[in-house]
């Protein structure tokens, strides 16, 4: 009986992990920086959410411009986002390197070159210049 107990202890604790990871990525993010390979841009209010059904949307400031779902895969670290209203993503998920209450980073590969996304969670969706374009005018 003892034999038994540790993989059962074993195996709570990785979907512990699991769920623990889940739990933190969902939220608002702001994405502060994207590098790829030696160059780094700083978007424009890139903002990306998730929510606990799995679903996400993101966009540039006050304007959403996709939609879909997401996925975590615990072994790979794989954090995958579909957008069910735009293209496809021809290069897949990304790799969560580091997560915690306040910053997330992703990497992947694209056309051979490393790429790192850094991001911050966020209470309010960022507000980009072009926002100062909306509304009415005088």
């Not at 502060?32 to 929510?51: N, S």
């Not at 293209?87 to 997330?104: H, P, Q, R, S, V």
């Not at 056309?111 to 374009?133: C, F, H, M, Y």
């Amino acid at each position: 009986m003892k034999n038994l107990r540790l993989p059962f202890v074993l195996l709570t604790l990785l979907s512990f992990a699991h769920c623990s990871v889940e739990k933190q990525i969902l939220g608002l993010w702001q994405v502060e920086k994207v590098q790829i390979g030696g160059q780094a841009m700083t978007p424009a209010a890139k903002w990306t959410r998730f929510h606990p059904d799995q679903s996400q949307e993101s966009g540039n400031g006050w304007s959403q411009h996709t939609a879909g779902y997401w996925t975590y895969e615990s072994p790979s670290k794989q954090l995958s986002i579909v957008n069910v209203n735009g293209g496809k993503d021809e290069f897949g998920g990304f790799t969560l390197d580091a997560i915690d209450k306040e910053t997330m980073i992703w990497s992947r590969e694209e056309d051979g070159e490393a790429v790192r996304v850094w991001l911050r969670r966020t209470e309010k969706i960022p507000q980009a210049a072009s926002a100062k374009l909306l509304g009415v005018w005088r």
